[in-house]
């Protein structure tokens, strides 16, 4: 066996015998006889095993060239561009492909993309070669050379159109169908290069699951146009991570349209009996409570907003504190309603309490069962301390924000009429209001004022309190705290 022969066992790559061989020579050739065929042979076997990869999760954006086995998942558009200064235009298709280990994408140009859009076809593995790099979604490789192997195998099955759960980390060219969840507002921002930028998100589902879709700069106005129930299909997205979980997203490439078809998304939510202090869970029930919204001044000089419902299934009932843009949305008593993705923290009173910030959702299913109607009249004459459903929203339409707030409103007049002696010998008072500042010291909001609060207790943001004890320069140094 000759010394190229040797190197070659010895290599272990998956390329022919033939090529290596010609690769030597032609190595031999270029460096004018300073290399004899065994140095040579060396070097062509070091550049390969500096290109060749394990599998698509080793590729990285800083290697030079890489070379690697994987099966084609989709196959994009062609897009048309102009090149500078050329009479003739370019082309460029995006193909994604994956094996065991994950996806990337692919993309080829100029007659080669026109050739493999014509032949391709999900499920045929390919052997690639091309020099990795950050794109338009993410890592991509651009393609220097790529040949099909029909002999080859990739243990990995290709999707043509996607559900919630084929979505994995890298993907692009996502079309998937679903029905949408909830929506938010568009947010601006600014860029590094001093432009602005828009961004929105909503959360869509299907039989398989839910994500979260984010949508960018001329996409994002779309959720706009968009509500709960809808179905739509969005077109050319593609797969991002935040937080540990999975996003969709949506550029100037990509759409999302409105289609007339049925999808089904069912939320796996947990009992309320069965929460526990920092889970991060779905929950469902019908409305019982519900409060006005609240604004309040963060530390940083801006400004937020919260409000307050109360839920109740069959085991048992929890309030959940509606932060941002979703305490702006559209609940009423004995609406049935799901909450995902929510914070269970401690709240008031040592009882738990749901919170629903930018991860969550919230949809409004339909109209609760006759039962949980009944429930929330119930709970509005037990809060109000006087029968009716009428009573309740009476008191809701005046501007007392629900049963919670009318039975403190109504606890804090009749405090504040047996005080009236101790007050004006002492300085006690009392005050109802909502937490809007944690820390020390408490500042607690009714809606028209706001006070600072000494005290000792432990409480949260959004929380409706009671204090009652002595005011100087507009601080209550609270006694009691209920």
């Known amino acids: 066996m000759g010394a190229i022969e040797d190197v070659y066992e010895d290599l272990d790559a998956d390329v022919p015998f033939e090529e290596f061989e010609a690769a030597v020579e032609q190595k031999v050739e270029d460096m004018g006889g300073l290399a004899d065929e065994e140095t040579a042979a060396m070097l062509i076997a070091h550049e390969l095993r500096d290109e060749e990869v394990n599998s698509v999760a080793d590729i990285e954006p800083g290697m030079d060239e890489v070379k690697f086995l994987a099966k084609v998942m989709t196959v994009g558009e062609v897009r048309t561009f102009e090149r500078d200064g050329e009479d003739d235009d370019g082309h460029v298709l995006n193909v994604e492909v994956a094996d065991e280990s994950g996806r990337v994408t692919i993309s080829l140009w100029d007659q080669v993309a026109v050739d493999a859009k014509e032949n391709l076809q999900a499920g045929d593995v390919l052997r690639i070669m091309g020099r990795p790099k950050e794109g338009y979604s993410g890592l991509e490789v651009a393609v220097d050379k790529v040949e099909p192997d029909a002999d080859a195998e990739v243990d990995v099955e290709a999707v043509e159109e996607y559900r919630v759960e084929d979505l994995t980390l890298g993907a692009s060219d996502v079309d998937l169908l679903g029905v949408i969840l909830d929506v938010d507002t568009v947010r601006t921002f600014d860029r590094d290069d001093g432009s602005e930028g828009k961004v929105s998100n ?11 879709v984010t949508m960018w700069d001329e996409m994002a106005d779309r959720v706009e146009e968009l509500e709960a ?26 759409a999302i349209e409105e289609v007339d078809a049925e999808v089904e998304y069912v939320p796996e939510t947990t009992d309320i009996a069965d929460l526990e202090l920092d889970d991060v869970v779905d929950i469902a029930g019908g409305v019982i409570e519900t409060s006005e919204k609240r604004t309040f001044d963060r530390d940083d000089g801006s400004q937020g907003q919260v409000r307050n419902v109360r839920v109740k299934d069959d085991t048992g009932e929890i309030r959940v504190a509606l932060w941002g843009d979703k305490a702006d949305r559209d609940i009423d008593l004995a609406d049935r309603v799901v909450f995902t993705d929510v914070e269970i923290q401690d709240g008031w009173q040592d009882d738990l ?3 629903a910030g930018w991860r969550s959702s919230v949809t409004v299913l339909e109209d609760a069962d006759g039962d949980i109607a009944a429930a929330a009249s119930g709970s509005a004459e037990r809060d109000a301390g006087q029968g009716g459903l009428d009573s309740f929203d009476s008191g809701d339409a005046s501007g007392s924000g629900g049963s919670a707030a009318a039975a403190a409103t109504t606890e804090a007049a009749d405090g504040a009429d047996r005080d009236d002696g101790d007050a004006d010998a002492g300085g006690v008072v009392e005050f109802t209001g909502t937490v809007v500042q944690a820390g020390d010291p408490v500042v607690l909001d009714d809606g028209t004022q706001t006070r600072s609060v000494e005290t000792s207790a432990k409480l949260r943001l959004g929380e409706e309190v009671t204090v009652r004890g002595v005011e100087e320069d507009g601080t209550i140094d609270a006694d009691d705290v209920f």
Do not use: K
Request: proline share 0%.
């Open 229 to 254: 129930g809808q179905t739509v299909e969005i077109v050319d997205g593609y797969v991002r991570e935040r937080d540990g979980d999975l996003e969709l997203h949506v550029g100037s490439r990509g």
């Open 353 to 355: 309490e749901a919170s």
């Open 202 to 212: 909503m959360t869509v589902g299907d039989e398989t699951g839910r994500v979260r």
